[in-house]
């Protein structure tokens, strides 16, 4: 079945380290992706990873796979205010529809 | 570069009325996507354009629904009538290729149906 989950919201305190945390239930994905998305504003890729990938590190994101769980995390070093959006992990099928599958969002808040 | 441009960015129409987005994707970006995103919700898929062919529009719903993209560049959404459960952001994205990773939306056409 297609379904990726996310808790709603995250808040934390500026200069601290944010999880955001998504499960898929869709094992034939091979691509996961987290988007930003501020107000007024459509989605901004931010990073991908391939399925068999244990992990990915651009700047001060870290994205976590456990495929045995279907679990993927986005940790957000040094969290700022301008960190504060929502965000949504998606799938997506690399064969048939090629269709990406997003989550309901999370939305952070960064506390100054 | 341009991104996405979408227009309008916010309608207000009264059920049973029809409405029309339009959307410009990027320059050169062969797949073009329409999005519709609830409230709290993350986007869902209408249909996807590989140039001018619709290939997935298994989630439009064609009764009321139509696109076009014309020429393999511009597209148009259109609804007609329109109902209040229609009210959501129509969302649009570009992406260079079917396989690229790269997907980049415009900032969506907020519609109210009252």
């Known amino acids: 079945g297609e379904d990726v989950e996310q808790s709603l919201f995250l808040s934390v305190r500026e200069g601290d380290s944010s999880v955001i945390n998504c499960t898929y239930t869709d094992s034939s994905s091979t691509y996961l992706y987290w988007y930003k998305q501020e107000p007024g504003a459509g989605l901004q890729l931010l990073t991908y990873i391939f399925s068999n990938m244990d992990m990915k590190q651009d700047q001060r994101l870290t994205v976590l796979l456990n495929k045995k769980d279907k679990h993927l995390s986005l940790r957000i070093a040094d969290t700022q205010t301008g960190d504060s959006a929502i965000y949504f992990c998606a799938e997506r099928f690399t064969s048939g529809t090629y269709k990406y599958i997003f989550g309901t969002g999370t939305r952070l808040k960064v506390l100054a | 570069e341009a991104g996405v441009v979408q227009s309008p960015r916010y309608k207000i129409i009264e059920k049973k009325q029809p409405v029309a987005f339009w959307c410009n994707p990027i320059s050169g970006h062969n797949t073009l996507y329409w999005y519709r995103q609830n409230l709290g919700q993350g986007p869902e898929l209408l249909i996807r354009?590989?140039?001018?062919?619709?290939?997935?529009d298994s989630q439009l719903p064609k009764d009321r629904f139509s696109a076009e993209r014309l020429k393999g560049v511009d597209s148009t959404l259109k609804i007609q009538p329109a109902e209040l459960g229609d009210s959501a952001v129509y969302l649009c994205?570009?992406?260079?290729?079917?396989?690229?990773?790269?997907?980049?939306f415009g900032p969506g056409t907020r519609l109210t149906v009252t």
């Open positions: 994205a570009s992406s260079p290729a079917r396989l690229s990773n790269e997907q980049y």
């Open positions: 354009y590989e140039n001018e062919e619709a290939v997935d």
